[in-house]
Structure formats: C-alpha cells, structure tokens
C-alpha cells in the first residue's frame, strides 16, 4: 500500500523574505487539519530586523480569536515578566512553533488547549523556518518544550537545558525557558519561585541581547 505524504505547510509557503508576504500566505494554508477548527491562523510579528526571536508553542483562545501572537493570559505574564527583566518585546519578533490553535471542547462548549503533536509541530516547521530566514536573527528563545522540539529535537530537555545557549543553524544561538502557561498552572505555593526563575532566564537573555547590540 502506498504511505501516506506527511503533513507539510510547505507547499503553502512562498519562497520569499518578505514577512508580509508570508503573513499574506498564512491564512490559506491546510498542511495539516487544525485550520479546520481554529478561527484563523496566528503569525509572528514585530520588527523584520530584530536580533532576537522568540518562539512560544501556539495561539491560545484569545489569540484565536484576536489573530496576534501572546495577547492572552499567557502574553500577559509573559510582558510582566519581560518588563522586570528588562527586556524590550518591542524589539523582539514573537511567533509561535504552530500557527492554529489546538484545543478539545469542554462540556459542549469551552475551549481547552491541545497540546500540538509531533505531527503538527513538523508540519508547521516549514512556517516557523520561513520567518526565521527572513529575519535571520542572532538568539531564538523557545518558550517551552514544543518550541525546544521543533528547533532542538525531541530530546532536548528545558529542565535540564535552561537558560543555557546553543549554536543554531538558523540563528548564532538558541537558548530555552519554561513557557509562561507553565507559570500560570503552577500551585499556588510553587507559583513566586517559579515566576522568580522565569525572570532569572529572561534576565540572562536580556544580558545577551545587549552584548550582542554592544558588538552590531
Ligand atoms: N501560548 C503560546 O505559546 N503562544 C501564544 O501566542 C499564546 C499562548
């Protein structure tokens, strides 16, 4: 029996540098089943040439329903957190590893996230590789393990890799952290500590940023 094609964005994807014509492109896009159910498809954004790209998992809800990358509860603690590590997100382009959004419904009617598969994560790669060679920038950020597997493998562990810097062959280097929803869902007791070391990576970051604004 003849295998089945993987589920791929590529053929969706324009061999171009330009993110706005990528961003045009996105909406049309069926590499996998998931523009089936989600409101729209969520592209990066921020400035074409920032040094620094950071890479979440997926839209949530909101971001569904909004279109934008990190406007959520997640994007909130994810500002308040940039904030007290001064690190400027206007500055960084913010996107996700898969564009739309994966969730099951709840009694009928709630929308709970899904987290993205193997499947769909490689299916969107060609997306998320298609900004970041429009961007070329020098540091990725990926917050949270589905960011870390679509750009460091599946076995590449945050908890025994954060905060720790890699060479990338799509930017100088690739550095890890726990995604903000990883925060959020923490115990109520565990919640400062966890919120504190979030902060401790991003402060981390924020010094590599300016060595490398320093040597531009
Ligand atoms: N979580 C993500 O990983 N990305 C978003 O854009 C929102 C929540």
Known sequence: MARQPKPSAAPWVPATHSLSVLRAAVPECRGCDLYKYATQAVFGEGPQDSKVVMVGEQPGDEEDVKGHPFVGPAGRLLNKAMLD???????IYVTNAVKHFKFKIERGKRRIHAKPGGIEISACRPWLEAELDAIHPELI????AT??????????????????????????EVVATVHPSAILRAL?????????????????????????????
Request: net charge positive; proline share 3%.
């Open 141 to 144: 950020v990926c917050l949270g």
């Open 147 to 172: 960011a870390a597997q679509s750009l460091m493998g599946r076995d590449f562990r945050i908890t025994a890799e954060r905060g720790k810097f890699h060479p990338h062959p799509w930017a100088k």
């Open 188 to 216: 109520r007791e565990n919640y400062d500590e966890e919120y504190e070391l979030f902060v401790r990576d991003l402060r981390v970051i924020a010094k590599r940023v300016r060595e490398l604004e320093r040597h531009a």
């Open 85 to 91: 590590a001064e690190l400027d997100r206007e500055k």
